[in-house]
């Protein structure tokens, strides 16, 4: 388990101190597959440099399996950091070295045996789909490509932890979904926990389980993927995750109301049924479902009746079918 306690960085030069994280707190449990969104310049690739001590904290704890990285002396931080392997939206592979050469190249580092490096290079490009590019070098190949290799390179020490920094951002959006399907794989067979660190709420949707969502240098919102997804509180929550559509449709008869649904009822035909039951015409402006977990999550802004009495009946329907609502302005 990976735990941020208190967690702050600031950068100081002459021109002043810059605070890129505010007490931050975080926990990561085993097995999961964590999100950790915002929009450019919130913390977020600080944030996750912190967690294998890349970035030194100004202040805070990062524990990880209960051993706090900033008090440990240097050999036995490198020694936990084999167990954090990492990823990044660059790739960061080494030119002059053919593919099988730079997924070798941590087992190099800790003095593995010639053969067993090469044995276990050549088990992780099978397991990225890419065996047959193992004697390749990065310029011969693609986005996507280099990004397996960059991931069978993280998992060379069989590391625990994964960590994720935009990692799919300089990818088109089949390729994003192919290395998404390849983490998700790696998180369900080898049970490695992974920190993805994105502002595209498609990745998240995707293949997190949880989500923190930050802004300005602190954590504002954190919780299941399908909770934070389906009702989100904060304003920065909601502009990231509301599609801007629903924030700004107009209406032309009365009220907006936000239905939410959160895999419970989904199912149910509650528009058909709130009209046969009410006998009131219900105008959707605007739905969209999402499938997180095997579950349906969205939202369906609907126009209210512009007479107060029907409008309440509408909102009575809804809670006695237990559909979450908002009123949208």
Known sequence: MIELIHLSKQYTSKAGTLTALSDIDLRIEDGAVFGIIGLSG???STLVRCINLLERPTAGKVLVDGEDLTKVKKKRLLEIRRGIGMIFQNFNLLD??????????????????????????????????????????PSELSGGQKQRVA??????LSPKYLLCDEATSALDPNTTASILALLKEINQTLGVTIVVIT????????????????????????????????DPKSEIARELIIPELIRTVRSSGGSKLRLIFDGTTSDMPIISALALTL????????????????????????????EPEKAEAVKKFLTENHVSFREEI
């Open 42 to 44: 919130a913390g977020k």
């Open 96 to 137: 002059q070295r053919t593919v099988e050469a730079n997924v070798k190249f941590p087992l190099e580092l800790v003095h593995t045996p010639k053969e067993e490096a090469a044995a276990r290079a050549a088990e992780l490009l099978r397991l990225v789909g890419l065996e047959e590019k193992a004697h390749a070098y």
């Open 151 to 156: 991931i069978a390179r993280a998992l060379a």
């Open 199 to 230: 502002h595209e709420m498609r990745v998240v949707e995707s293949i997190c389980t949880d989500v923190a969502v930050i802004s300005e240098s602190r954590i504002v919102e954190q919780g299941k993927v399908s909770e934070v997804f389906s």
């Open 279 to 306: 006998g009131v015409a219900v105008n959707i402006l605007y739905a969209d479902t999402k499938n997180i977990d095997g579950k349906a999550y969205g939202h369906m802004v609907i126009t209210l009746p512009q």
